[in-house]
């Protein structure tokens, strides 16, 4: 399938996110279709994603979900089959299937893929070359850190994502600022690809849901992303005394082990002024509402709490990835949120940093571009815009 020209046709963007661990990549990729729809042009979207339910939850007017069997990631960094009992070769075929079948009948003007230029372990290859000979064009879209330089130069090599640009791509768009951290220093682009820096996907998130714990005191909130690993932090957090006059709220995530969040919930019903919910679809109205942020530090949850301007002690994962500390140390050092390493993680540590925070004079917040989501509307209609051109001067 080729690309028509009929006037009547809506642009088409679709977004691959590979999901083996968390939600952020999918998160990223629902703020950018709000974005795509909110800008008044005619765009049909489509998310391709092993997260379906977090899609549907939040997906907008105008975009549809093709849902790709899930992968899970252990502590060590192993992936397999998050719900079938099949081994890991199968379940890329079947990925890979859904993937190409989709993407050459969809037909996209334009995909965006987060971060894996090849798919998880090259699962995306054939549909590339089938966007590609539909005349399609192509985006990597890179977080603001891949990982630590020692992890992210080896990974970029072995994942042979300078010759998937060569091959596949047109531009790299970086969703952070390089004057906070630039993730492709020591990486190889090619010349012809296009890098464009958007800035954190942070202001003109989609409009939350009302926040559900208005009406009782402020609130201290406590969120651990999808909850996979985030069982420490949440168990420290319920046994932390919560400031004068404040509660505390806790989002589990829905990947949290039911046997840990059972645990957490145990702990918090001990002392009555904690609140423990599974997830959260107004996370950003939640953040916004909150005297104060206890994370883990994914690229959502912090870019929330910039836009928001709310407090955050980000307790950074350290393993198998290094991604959440480099961010964390990175805005730190601006004086844009607190660190806490993990390895000092308590109760006490959570109550004296809550206890100070809620009572101090809010300060500025660092100039930080957080504008990524109003400017990617105007790099879609360049990319488009170009490509349209080349075309009319080949014909």
């Known amino acids: 399938m080729t690309h028509t020209t009929d006037p009547e046709r809506h ?6 996110s590979h999901d083996a661990q968390g939600l952020g990549h999918i998160r990223r990729n ?17 998310l391709l994603t092993s997260a379906p339910d977090a899609a549907h939850a939040g997906r907008p007017v105008g975009c549809d979900i093709v849902s790709i069997p899930a992968l899970s990631k252990d502590d060590r960094g192993r992936y397999r089959s998050r719900h079938l009992s099949v081994g890991s070769e199968h379940i890329i075929a079947m990925r890979q299937a859904v993937l190409h079948a989709a993407l050459a009948s969809f037909a996209p003007d334009v995909l965006i893929v987060d971060k894996h230029a090849r798919g998880f372990r090259g699962e995306l290859e054939p549909a590339l070359d089938a966007v590609r000979h539909a005349g399609g064009r192509i985006v990597l879209g890179l977080r603001d850190v891949l990982d630590d330089a020692a992890t992210a130069v080896p990974e970029w090599k072995e994942a042979r994502t300078a010759r998937a640009l060569k091959n596949w791509y047109d531009e790299v768009w970086v ?5 906070v951290h630039d993730p492709l220093t020591d990486l190889k682009v090619p010349g012809r690809v296009n890098v464009r820096y958007t800035g954190y ?13 208005t009406g009782g005191p402020p609130y201290v909130l406590a969120m651990v992303g999808a909850g996979g690993d985030g069982a420490g932090l949440a168990r420290a957090f319920a046994r932390a005394a919560m400031p004068d006059g404040h509660r505390g709220v806790i989002v589990a995530g829905p990947h949290m082990p039911e046997h840990d969040v059972e645990e957490v919930r145990r702990i918090a019903a001990e002392r009555g002024d904690i609140r423990v919910v599974r997830s959260a679809p107004d996370a950003a109205a939640l953040i916004a509402g909150a005297a104060a942020l206890v994370g883990m ?5 912090v870019c929330e709490a910039l836009a928001a301007a709310t407090p955050m002690l980000v307790v950074p994962r350290i393993a198998p ?3 959440q500390l480099v961010r964390a140390r990175a805005l730190e050092r601006l004086g844009a949120v607190d660190v806490l390493d993990p390895r000092e993680l308590s109760p006490a540590a959570i109550t004296a940093w809550a206890a100070q925070t809620v009572h101090r004079t ?9 504008s990524g989501l109003a400017r990617i509307p105007d790099f879609l209609a360049d990319l488009v815009g170009a490509h349209r051109q080349e075309s009319r001067h080949v014909a």
Do not use: C, F, Q
């Open 11 to 16: 642009l088409r963007v679709a977004l691959y």
């Open 30 to 46: 629902l703020a950018i279709a709000h974005a795509l729809r909110g800008s008044g042009g005619a765009v049909d979207l489509l």
């Open 175 to 179: 969703y952070g600022d390089p004057l």
């Open 201 to 213: 996907l942070a202001h003109g998130r989609p409009a939350a849901r009302a926040v559900t714990t």
């Open 297 to 301: 530090g994914g690229y959502n949850t």
């Open 321 to 323: 990835r290094r991604e």
């Open 362 to 370: 809010p300060h500025a917040m660092p100039e930080l571009d957080l």
